[in-house]
């Protein structure tokens, strides 16, 4: 089963996440900059959901922890945000994003998304996540 990190400050986006995949991918959940990173680390996820907008600090830093470091730059990361300009998505892309999705999740969008960056990453494909 496929390891997904659910990388937001809310509670509420741990839960719907859980409800919504949590019969398709075991969940793992981090709140804060510093759990996400050492989470990232230690229990390898397949993918991380990071939102976009953490309150101790910008996922902007996060993201380019996680693509620096030899342990975590292969692991994609998909941005998630309830709102977000094209300018800053296409900031996160550059930063190494695999992708973007919108709050509140719909089930079909997330499954799809997630499912195609671990079939990217499965068949090596790092170049494009």
Known sequence: M?????????PTVFEQAKEIIG?????ITAGTGTEIIATAKSERPDVILLDMFM???MSEGIL???KE??????IPVIITASDASIMAISKYYKLGAADFIKK??????????????????????????
């Open 104 to 129: 509140p999740f719909v089930e079909n969008v997330l499954f799809r998304r997630i499912d195609v960056v671990c079939a990217l990453k499965d068949d090596g494909h790092t170049d494009l996540i």
């Open 69 to 74: 470091d030899e342990e975590t730059k292969g």
């Open 23 to 27: 019969g398709r991918y075991e969940v």
């Open 64 to 66: 380019k922890t996680l």
């Open 55 to 57: 309150d101790d600090e």
């Open 2 to 10: 496929k390891r997904i990190l659910v990388a937001d400050d809310m």
